[in-house]
């Protein structure tokens, strides 16, 4: 009975009852789209949001804010697609992408205690330009057909590999945050900074270790985005943080931090990458 009240209670639970309504009511407008197919869809697009979202989520949850998750998908997008395009091995183009991710985090890390939002935004801008002189201000196609043919490819009926693999990390995630305890360090530091750090939590190292983990998710978003649209351009993840944002804030996550979780973060980055697929199917 307990566990009813807890499942009942959970944030979470009020954001995948908006989802499953967003479908039943453009089914019925629609009845075209209720089939596996285009439903599962809606859940394969949301892949590269789910980790920008779960990225967010460790910021949110702190009490800071990164907007500059775009930039960093941008940039490991123009690098790994540049790395792989001139014939580099996978694996190193996809460590090396993962490790501009860390350094940025770190750097963002860096800048605790300078309000976040406008720290990010500058370091949004810096990637940004990075972007452009990097790549010349140039495309980054042509690459590998099979890195580009391995996102369609699927797990569990119509889910791609890609989409099975987002919600193990995002069940793995809840269980580190939620069941250990450097995991809760995290939610006690954004409840309450000052009483986190009394009880002998460091909040700044917490911040810093947020931050991290959010560069380490867009990295690897970065990643997946160049799989799935198989190009990069000087614009892409341009507007990402805001859905990011978006996504933590229906996932109930609060912004003043301290409340929420990665699941809430992920069942929002769903309604987000869905609602322009949906409404192609109600006519507009």
């Not at 960093?72 to 992408?97: E, H, K, P, Q």
């Not at 935004?121 to 810096?126: D, R």
């Amino acid at each position: 009975m307990s566990a009813l009240k807890k499942v009942l209670k959970a944030r979470e639970l009020s954001s995948f009852l908006f989802l499953v309504a967003l479908f039943v009511i453009v089914s019925i407008i629609n009845p075209t789209f209720a089939s596996s197919e285009n439903i599962s869809a809606c859940f394969n697009s949301a892949v590269v949001y789910i980790l920008i979202a779960i990225g967010m989520a460790f910021a949110i949850i702190v009490g800071e804010i990164d907007v500059s998750v775009g930039s960093i998908l941008g940039i490991v997008a123009t690098v790994v697609g540049s790395m792989l395009r001139d014939g580099s091995n996978w694996m190193v183009a996809f460590a090396v992408g993962i490790l501009i991710g860390a350094v940025i985090g770190l750097f963002n890390g860096w800048g605790v205690g300078v309000p976040s939002l406008i720290f990010t935004l500058g370091t949004n801008g810096i990637l940004r330009g990075s972007m452009y002189v990097y790549a010349g201000g140039a495309w980054v196609e042509n690459l590998p057909k099979s890195f580009k043919d391995f996102s369609s490819q699927t797990l569990v009926g119509d889910l791609t590999v890609y989409f099975c693999a987002c919600v193990v990390v995002v069940v793995v995630i809840h269980v580190l945050l939620t069941r250990t305890r450097r995991g809760r360090y995290f939610t006690a530091v954004g409840d309450n900074a000052g009483g986190a750090t009394l009880v002998g939590i460091s909040a700044v190292r917490t911040k810093v270790l947020a931050y991290v983990i959010c560069g380490i998710m867009s990295a690897i978003a970065g990643i997946l985005f160049c799989s799935r649209i198989g190009f990069v351009t000087s614009l892409s993840g341009n507007g990402y943080e805001m859905k990011a944002v978006a996504a933590c804030v229906l996932g109930g996550i609060s912004l003043s931090g301290g409340v929420g979780s990665v699941i809430g973060a992920a069942i929002g980055a769903v309604i987000m990458s869905s609602i322009s697929y949906l409404l192609v199917f109600m006519g507009f």
